[in-house]
């Protein structure tokens, strides 16, 4: 079946502007992950789903950053304001309970300039 | 920041050498994962761990999740040039669904 998909797959924002990247976890997945990787590290976590309920957002660095899923299913992180930190890849993962194995999308990279 | 200590670095192969790499926390974790990242992805799923001293193969992969519970590692057996790419450890605690992950091993070829 087909996997996690990210849209877009590259954006590139002016400082300030405000910015929406969308994940579709894989059909059935009740959990939904949000991860930010900076160039050359780990990913890092950054909001937790399940269903439409966001259980954690202890990773979210700024109030500018607000993520969504309301049926429970398509997520969107949004970045309001871009700063030149904030570029990196945005990661999105499923997973069928929470407990289990997380399945990647193939991310987005934003780039602030 | 992140809890988790990832060693080595990097290391270069030759086709056909067995690989190790580990990763060590200074917490528990109930869950263990290993993921291959190839540039412009997102990571994939090598291997899961669920048990304390759990050793787990997936055909040359090779991973244990130690006794003590904050540390795994693991092993590439015969490398082929496709091991190539950046291996990541994951762990997940006993507080939430987050994964934790490591810094990366960057596994290059020999020139």
């Known amino acids: 079946g087909a996997g996690v998909s990210q849209s877009p797959r590259y954006k590139v924002a002016k400082r300030g502007q405000d910015v929406a990247l969308r994940c579709d976890p894989i059909?059935?997945?009740?959990?939904l992950f949000w991860y930010q990787q900076a160039l050359g590290q780990g990913p890092e976590f950054l909001t937790y789903?399940?269903?439409?309920?966001?259980?954690?957002k202890s990773g979210l660095p700024s109030d500018r950053f607000f993520a969504e899923r309301p049926e429970g299913s398509v997520s969107t992180l949004k970045i309001q304001r871009t700063q030149q930190e904030d570029s990196a890849v945005y990661l999105c993962?499923?997973?069928?309970?929470?407990?289990?194995?997380?399945?990647f999308g193939p991310g987005t990279r934003l780039t602030v300039t | 920041g992140q809890q988790l200590n990832q060693s080595p670095q990097s290391m270069f192969i030759q086709e056909g050498e067995d690989v190790s790499m580990n990763c060590t926390s200074s917490s528990i974790f109930n869950t263990w994962l290993w993921y291959k990242q190839d540039p412009g992805e997102g990571p994939v799923l090598l291997i899961a761990l669920y048990k304390a001293g759990e050793l787990t193969s997936n055909g040359r992969l090779t991973a244990q999740f130690g006794i003590t519970r904050k540390d795994s590692f693991l092993n590439i057996s015969a490398s082929i040039p496709s091991d190539v790419g950046i291996y990541f450890c994951a762990g997940r605690g006993a507080a939430g669904n987050k994964l934790t992950f490591g810094g990366g091993t960057r596994v290059l070829v020999k020139p």
């Open positions: 059909s059935g997945h009740v959990s």
């Open positions: 789903f399940q269903n439409e309920a966001q259980l954690d």
């Open positions: 993962a499923s997973s069928f309970s929470g407990l289990d194995e997380q399945y």
